[in-house]
């Protein structure tokens, strides 16, 4: 047996051993959910959400100040796939103007949870999430 080979056997076997839950090929079908964050608004500002499904939660900033989707209650309660996309160490998304970041997760409870800007809630930036 050549070292390749070798190789690309324990390279296989690491992967079957791996249990991502749920499976990469699921997470390509999540639910497309768009929210915009404008100055000072979220867009749209009621979100619903089913338990068990598959979503990914598209924020796209829309103004020219930086905005937050500060949800800690929320961020706290549901399966989050990809926490890289949230601010180390706060429950919240942190967008500059013009970026954009997808949030994959699942939610396993009903709940219903406050959404706000940290920056502009005072100016109204708040919005509510139900998941059923
Ligand atoms: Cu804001």
Redesign the pocket.
Known sequence: MNILRALLIALCTGMALAQPAPPLAQWVDAELVTVQ?V??RFLPDKLTFRRGVLYRLRLENK?K????FTAPEFLAAIEVKNSDVLEPGLPEILLHPTERKDLYFVARQSGHYPLR?????W?G?VGEIDVQ
């Open positions: 964050l100055d000072d103004g100040e930086m905005h937050e800007c940290a920056d502009h809630d100016d930036m």
